[in-house]
């Protein structure tokens, strides 16, 4: 096939990109997104400030906006994030212990119930863990509302949307290392205790001081061996040319070599669309030319 989408679809994956709302005008931008991709992620638009800017009250339009136009061009949505420590409204900031967890499972329950029927898979929660040799949770406001919090939101996020496939998502984990170990454990200990969970997210997000693992593929593999599927949700590579096509290729390879990694997404669409403050990570560049790293993808899919 020609396109990332069609081509991914072949072994029946998807190719996915995170995309802002309020690019969907740029003409450029959304013919890429039209031609390219059959899953998005809203890059912002679904976290928690955005969907309950003040407690209680939920802003769905941005939101709405990505997920009525992956509809239109039958893409699939990879809902992005129920629970997360960041990017939380200023009144969750502010919350702690049992009033926070109830804010928290509330949150989790009226925006998976808000999109109920419409979302592939959900990052219910996000970066949970530390990073670092310690293999602990990282500190945050909802970690101190108790160990359980994961768990509980995984419950809420299944009992609102049965159908949505429930995910946990980090970066750093990539490879084998004591944060992607701890995850590791957690999946392994849902799954013996039947907390709801049907996939694990690898942000993936690559430059020179942390290039793509050497056993990326093989800690894809043992995630998948303990019966959850895995995706690639995050993708970008800073570098250019050859090189960074070479890495492109290898992750994209990584995926495939894997029977249960049936999804890859790279974090936004030209260079200029990418989160980070500099380089050019992504696979077209700002004018939307399709970059070698482009080329080395699809042949690979
Ligand atoms: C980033 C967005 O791309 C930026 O626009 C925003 O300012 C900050 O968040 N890990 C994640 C994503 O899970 O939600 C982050 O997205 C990038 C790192």
């Given at each position: 096939a020609t396109t990332l989408g069609a081509s991914a679809a072949a072994s029946g994956r998807y190719f996915g990109t995170a995309v802002a709302a309020y690019k969907l005008s740029d003409s450029t931008y959304s013919?890429?997104?039209?031609?390219?991709?059959?899953?998005?992620?809203?890059?912002?638009?679904m976290k928690w400030d955005a969907t309950e800017p003040t407690q209680g009250q939920f802003s769905y339009t941005s939101a709405d906006q990505i997920v009525a136009r992956a509809r239109s061009i039958g893409a699939k949505v990879r809902g992005h994030a129920l629970a997360w420590h960041s990017q939380q409204p200023g009144w969750a900031q502010s919350l702690s212990g049992t009033t926070l967890r109830n804010a928290m499972l509330n949150h989790v329950t009226q925006v998976a119930t808000h999109y109920k029927g419409q979302i592939d898979s959900w990052d219910v929660v996000n970066e949970a863990f530390a990073d670092g040799s310690s293999g602990a949770r990282r500190d945050s406001n909802l970690q101190r509302t108790g160990n359980d919090w994961i768990e509980a939101a995984f419950r809420a996020a299944r009992a609102a949307d049965p159908a949505a496939k429930l995910c946990y998502n980090d970066y750093n984990t990539d490879g084998q290392n004591a944060k992607s170990n701890a995850v590791y454990a957690m999946v392994q200990d849902f799954k013996s205790r039947g907390v709801p969970i049907d996939c694990v997210g690898f942000?993936?997000?690559?430059?020179?001081?942390?290039?793509?693992?050497?056993?990326?593929?093989?800690?894809?593999?043992?995630?998948?061996?303990?019966?959850?599927?895995?995706?690639?949700t995050e993708l970008d590579i800073e570098g250019s040319g050859t090189a960074q096509a070479n890495s492109f290729a290898a992750a994209t390879r990584a995926c495939l070599a894997v029977t249960r990694c049936n999804g890859i997404t790279v974090w936004g669409i030209r260079d200029s669309d990418s989160w980070?403050?500099?380089?050019?990570?992504?696979?077209?560049?700002?004018?939307?030319?399709?970059?070698a790293a482009y080329t080395a993808v699809l042949d690979v899919l």
């Open positions: 013919g890429i997104l039209n031609r390219e991709f059959n899953s998005v992620t809203p890059e912002n638009e942000q993936s997000h690559f430059n020179s001081a942390s290039p793509l693992p050497s056993d990326y593929q093989a800690n894809l593999q043992r995630f998948a061996n303990l019966g959850v599927d895995v995706q690639i980070r403050a500099s380089g050019t990570p992504l696979l077209f560049d700002g004018s939307g030319n399709k970059k």
